[in-house]
């Protein structure tokens, strides 16, 4: 073998063992990258099992009690809202027919 075929041959041999430190870097990188992502899959997966539990321990019954009582509550809400304004109106008819007795009782 030829001085320069050797040459050319470790050469590549050093490029081969750069490629491959790359790779292991890359690896190595993507090792860890994937032991995080299982690390936060554990912690949705209990934060999961959490929410289950607690839905498991709601009152069904009570909440649609209390959402009957709101859907009540919101049209009392509502019928308060179309007496407001003959309401005003009769506040201020008595406000003037206050007023007028007023004057009237002062002469």
């Given amino acids: 073998m030829s001085t320069d075929n050797m040459a050319e041959v470790l050469r590549e041999v050093s490029e081969n063992e750069r490629r491959v430190e790359e790779m292991e870097q890359h690896l190595h990188a993507a090792l860890q990258r994937m032991a995080r992502i299982e690390q936060r899959s554990q912690e949705t997966r209990k934060g999961v099992a959490d929410v289950r539990d607690q839905v498991a321990q709601l009152d069904i019954a009570a909440l649609r009690d209390m959402a009957e ?10 019928v308060l809202g179309w007496l407001e304004r003959p309401a005003k109106w009769l506040a201020t008819m008595a406000g003037l027919a206050a007023a007028l007795y007023g004057l009237w009782s002062l002469k």
Avoid: I, W, Y
């Avoid at 009582?69 to 509502?78: D, E, F, H, I, P």
């Fill in 69 to 78: 009582t709101m859907k009540a509550v919101q049209g009392l809400a509502n």
